[in-house]
Structure formats: C-alpha cells, structure tokens
C-alpha cells in the first residue's frame, strides 16, 4: 500500500508539470516561461485558516455538564412597608438565610434558582392590626409591632458585568480576580405561622441584586460574596390595602445586605471557556492546476527536475499553537518563531509581586538575539532543553541581565515550563515531571536528521531536511537559526523557491496516545483530545507556509492536508522521552519541479 501510494504521489507531481501549452509572459519574457496544463486536481481539499485570536468577548460555550454551581448566605434585611416609620428603625431588621443552585451558560451569563427563609418585621395600626401582636404602643402616631414569617422560591438570570465589560479573562489567570455581578428575576412568595381573615398567603415577588465576588485562587473554584439584595411585593404583603384615613403603599420591599460563599462544581471547579481560535476550515475541490515555472532564458533547454522535500515540525505536549494570536501591543506571539527562537513559556511576570504573567512577543530567529545566555527555541540544541529553573536565584539571575522576570504558565495546580495552548490548560499530565521540558535531542535542527531518518518515515527518494533549515530559507540564514542549518541544504531550499514551481503540498498532523483523562468515555475524550492537536499542529505549518509570497502560486493548487489526526502510541509515561517526542509533529512534502 506504501508503494502504490508513493507512486500515485510522484505520477500526481509529474502531471501537474505537463507543458502542454507554452506562452511567454510578457511581464517576465526575459527570465520565466509560464506552463498550463489540464490536469484535474481530483479529491483535494483547501485549507482556509480563520484566525479568530483571542478575543475576550468571543468563546466557545461549554457542555450543558459544565459551569454548575451551589451557593448559601446570611443576612439581613430591613421590610418598608405602610408603617415601617412609625417606629425604631431597629424593629424593622430580620435575619434570613438563602440556598441556591445555577448554571453559567457564557462568561456573562448565568441562570440560577434560590430558596429564601426569613420573616419580616415592623408595625402595624391598632385598629386592623395585620400581622400585629403585642400591646399597643402610644405615640404620634400608635402603633403594634408586627412579624410575619415567610419563605421565597425564586428564580434570577445573572449578568458578570465584569467580563461584560472587560471581557473574559481565561481560565487559571489571576485577572479579575473580584468581579461584580447583577441578578434580576421573580419569585414566589408563602407566609407562615399567623392567622388572618383575609388576603393571601401567596404572591408573586420581583427580586433585584447586586453582588460583589471575590475569588480565593485563580483557578475561580470558590468565591466570596457580598450581595445588595431587594425583593420587592404588591401592596398587600402587610395586609395594607388602603384604609379611609390612608392610601396604602404602592410597593412593600425586603431590602438587605448578605455574605455568602459560591462553589463551583466539576472535576475543576469553574471550568472556563474556550476563548475563540484559529479555525481550520476545509472544502473539497476539482479545478485545472496552473504550474509557473521561472526559467532564464539561457536555461530553457535544461531539462525540469521533480523532486520532493520532506521536513518534521516538532511540537511540545500539548502545544500545536493555534492560540499564539497577538496579545502584545504591536507584536505578535507566532507559533512557528516560538519553535525556532522562543524561550521558555514566552511569558513574564508584569508586576513584582510575580502574580500576573503577560505574553512576550516572540522574534524572528534570523537575527541575533539580546537574550542569547539561555536555550532557546524547541528542540533546536540538543545539549540543553527548552524549560529554565524556577529556583529564585537563577530567575533573579535572569531578570538581572535581561531585564524582566520570566514566568511559567499557572493552571492552578501545577507550572507548565513550555508553551502549551489555552484549549489545554487544564489537562493533567500524568506525573509532575512533565511539566517541565528537561531533555532534548535537537529533532527541528538540521544535526538532528539522522535520528529523525533511523525512526520516522521518510521515503528513499525524499530530500530530507530540517525545519530550521526551511525556516532559514524562507527568512535569511543569520543570526541565531544559523547554529542549526546547513548552509548549502539552506541555499538548495531557496532556489527551489525562488525559480522553482510548488506542485503539492502534504501536511500530516501527529499526536501521541498519551492522555490522562479518567472521567466518563476517557478513551473517546482522549482522542478527541489528542486528533485535535494533530489537526492544529499541521493547519499551523500549513498557515505559515502559505504566508511566504514564494507560496502565492501553490496556493489555488493542492494543499493535500490530512484532518484526521493520526495517533500513533506511545507508552512511555514520560512526555519528555524520544518516542513521545517523535510523534508530536508535522511531516510535510513539498513536490516541486526545476529546471
């Protein structure tokens, strides 16, 4: 099967370099002869990559499973009802208690339910004496105190008006750690415990709040709550209807103050939201490639080379960079430059407390970098690895000669050393080691292609190379990324550029079998998991790719793109072995002709 597919791989890149007519471009008459052929491109799909970024106001909602939350307070509350001056204000305070239970169904929004339980006192007129007890007390005017006990079921939608505002923070983050909310909703009123000859035991309520949370730990699994809190009745829950000598109240309220805790349910408490990101979408095609070759003039008799470049991309566990969108004010942090120049997490500590990390941007690695004293790149060195120490000491080492306190990725349960994507996060590797990136084999330089030839799949006829070298020849072979070319390979990728012709492109995405997830159907959510970063991880190489200008005319031709996400296994617990490493990659060909 390898053979045949092999075979309908060259015979494809040989029809798409069939002359069957001939013309000269009058634009390029002296350097370049332009090919068109008809052969169909069958069964192809193009790649359009949507990069959405990281958009606060823009997330993926959650399962309906997620997002649930209980919650309890204790308060109290003052009633205003038709007589609630007549008398101290201290006789109008009453405890009340609450429980509760909702649902988030966006950073913004939520539902939730509550039980009330309280009563409500005050005073009362003489004569009629709703809900009164005691003897009447003189004064100007007389009055009885007043008590009727009550519970409220009631339902309330809640707005963040926080991350209504700012928009949502992400998950594990230490912004917005206090957020103020909003609530409105009705409910149902029943009274207890005293006798009366008229008007009812039940009515309908209007429920108003406004509440203060403030989070103990960034992962937001619990918060403590302060809430203004009104529930507001028609005239007669004092049995106040209006009497000869006065016009009843249009509205009686309970008006009060609470403290209270929330928990938030779930194997990670607040489970978070997808922010939206880079979407890969595909659609399947038939149309007649168009192949320009660029031939001097001198050269037309040569005859046309078809060759095939094969190189891998190697990834970090959980990393395709799908989510490196630009978050530094005019910088971008770019998947493919933290590959080849990155460092560490490419975050920093923003403030001195070492509470809040902010992206860095990433540099092109065709230059000379400032910060040149620590490994850099992923799997580039293959002496030292990409993760620095977290001992204070050598982080003030650092900060000292490079100016700012680098940062790990905080989940809220461990440090990730290495750049992983949010959509991640909160994945539990299965042991703390790897966590940090302690071992390297240089797999993305060039002197690591004799490992990646022994154990991956590389056709005899492929010219294998390096992603540094292709990432030296699409930039410039200087400064840093030229530790780990060759500069003659460098320079052969270059001029195929430059005067050749890209018939086919081919991305496959890789991803291990590693997963840790124990929860309900593990084994689906595990490759789901994992076929999603093998998706990402070559719509990234495909993305940047076509980003050079070398690639404008491949780019209405064949993207061969593989969305399925091949798991190969692995059974090392370790995601820092050889093996692991290996299978968290892109392999891509690049069929191209020459003269």
């Known amino acids: 099967m390898k053979r045949i597919l092999n075979r309908l791989w060259v015979a494809a890149g040989l029809l798409a370099a069939l002359p069957l007519a001939a013309q000269v471009d009058d634009k390029y008459k002296d350097y370049r002869e ?3 052929d008809s052969v169909v491109v069958a069964n192809t799909k193009e790649v359009i990559v949507v990069n959405d970024g990281q958009n606060p106001f823009e997330v993926v909602s959650n399962p309906f499973r997620q997002d649930w939350f209980v919650f309890g307070t204790a308060g109290a509350h003052t009633f205003r009802g038709d007589y609630s001056n007549d008398g101290p204000f201290s006789g109008t305070i009453s405890p009340d208690f609450s429980i509760g239970f909702g649902k988030w169904f966006m950073p913004w929004l939520a539902l939730k339910a509550e039980f009330i339980c309280s009563d409500s006192r005050g005073y009362t007129e003489y004569k009629t004496g709703h809900y009164g007890y005691g003897d009447w007390i003189e004064g ?3 009055y009885r105190k007043m008590k009727t006990g009550w519970w409220d079921l009631g339902g309330s939608a809640i707005i963040n008006l926080t991350r209504l505002y700012y928009g949502y923070e992400g998950y594990g983050v230490k912004d917005h750690m206090g957020q103020l909310l909003a609530a409105a909703g009705i409910g149902a009123v029943h009274h207890l415990g005293y006798e009366h000859s008229y008007g009812s035991d039940n009515e309908l309520s209007a429920h108003f709040e406004l509440q203060y949370s403030q989070f103990f730990t960034q992962a937001k699994r619990m918060s403590l709550d302060i809430k203004a809190r009104a529930l507001l009745y028609q005239t007669n829950f004092d049995l106040e209807y209006g009497q000869a000598d006065h016009a009843a109240k249009h509205i009686d309220a309970n008006l009060g103050l609470n403290v209270g805790l929330t928990f938030y349910l779930g194997k990670n408490g607040n489970n978070g939201w997808r922010r939206g990101t880079s979407t890969i979408r595909e659609r399947e095609y038939k149309e007649t490639a168009k192949t320009i070759l660029k031939v001097k003039e001198e050269e037309k008799e040569r005859p046309v080379r078809n060759g095939t470049l094969t190189f891998f991309v190697f990834y970090p566990n959980n990393y395709s960079g799908r989510n490196d969108a630009p978050l530094v004010p005019g910088a971008e942090v770019n998947a493919i430059d933290y590959l080849a120049g990155g460092i560490f997490t490419q975050k920093q500590y923003s403030d001195e407390s070492m509470t809040k990390a902010v992206d860095l941007p990433t540099e092109r690695a065709n230059r000379d ?4 004293f620590v490994p850099r790149g992923y799997e580039m060195r293959d002496d030292l690895p990409l993760s620095l120490s977290l001992d204070k000491a050598d982080m003030k080492a650092f900060a000292d000669k490079a100016g700012f306190c680098y940062a790990p990725i905080d989940d809220g349960l461990h440090l990730w050393q290495y750049r992983i994507d949010d959509a991640t996060l909160r994945q ?3 042991s703390g080691d790897n966590y940090t990136e302690s071992q390297s084999f240089g797999l993305n330089a060039h002197s690591g ?8 799949d590389v056709d005899a006829a492929d010219e294998l190379v390096s992603f540094a070298d292709v990432y030296a020849a699409l930039y410039s072979n200087e400064g840093y990324i030229s530790r780990f070319t060759d500069a003659e390979t460098v320079e052969k990728i ?3 550029l430059d005067r050749g012709a890209i018939l086919l492109i081919q991305a496959d ?13 593990a ?5 789901e998991r994992n076929s999603a970063l093998a998706d990402n991880r070559a719509g990234t190489v495909i993305t940047w790719l076509t980003s050079d200008p070398r690639m404008r005319y491949a780019r209405s031709q064949s993207f061969i793109y593989n969305n399925k996400g091949d798991i190969r296994t692995v059974n090392d617990p370790s995601t820092r072995g050889l093996n692991a490493k290996l299978n968290r990659c892109v392999k891509v060909r690049i069929r191209y002709m020459i003269k």
């Open 509 to 521: 995405g890789l991803a291990t079998s590693q997963d840790n997830y124990s929860g309900a159907d």
């Open 523 to 527: 084994n689906r959510v595990g490759l």
């Open 449 to 456: 292609l004799e490992t990646v030839r022994k154990y991956m």
């Open 369 to 372: 970098f400032a910060i040149d």
């Open 140 to 142: 100007n005017p007389g």
């Open 494 to 496: 270059r001029d195929i």
């Open 34 to 36: 332009v090919y068109r």
């Open 428 to 430: 539990q590797l299965l």
